[in-house]
């Protein structure tokens, strides 16, 4: 299973872009979602989770109250809604999915993972 995950770009510092991740041959709507990102140089970090319903919802706390994942269960797609960028967010973003009821935060705890799409925040 491929995730695809799209909406990078550039912007400038205090822009905003939306990402998208269609999630193609899996039951969507039973898995929750996560958003990971891996800036040069780093280890790949949790950014957002979010569960299979879209009751609940997590956040690492460098993206809090920036940030904000959400799904459509009906379109089989996840979304991360980046608000007020910083050069700091510079990375690639990737999508992933895994079994089980709640958020997961650690890479190992996710089975299905995207492509990857690059995100760029000029100061």
């Known amino acids: 299973v491929q995730l695809q995950a799209s909406g990078g770009g550039l912007v400038q510092a205090g822009g905003s872009l939306r990402l998208s991740c269609v999630v193609p041959?899996?039951?969507?709507?039973?898995?929750?979602m996560g958003w990971f990102r891996q800036a040069p140089g780093k280890e790949r970090e949790f950014v957002s989770g979010i569960t299979s319903s879209g009751g609940s919802t997590n956040y690492a706390d460098s993206v809090k109250g920036r940030f904000t994942i959400s799904r459509d269960n009906a379109k089989n797609t996840v979304y991360l809604q980046m608000n007020s960028l910083q050069p700091g967010d510079t990375a690639v973003y990737y999508c992933?999915?895994?079994?089980?009821?709640?958020?997961?935060?650690?890479?190992?705890?996710?089975?299905?993972w995207g492509q990857g799409t690059q995100v760029t925040v000029s100061s």
């Open positions: 992933a999915a895994r079994n089980g009821v709640r958020i997961g935060v650690a890479l190992d705890e996710y089975r299905f």
């Open positions: 041959g899996l039951t969507f709507r039973t898995y929750p």
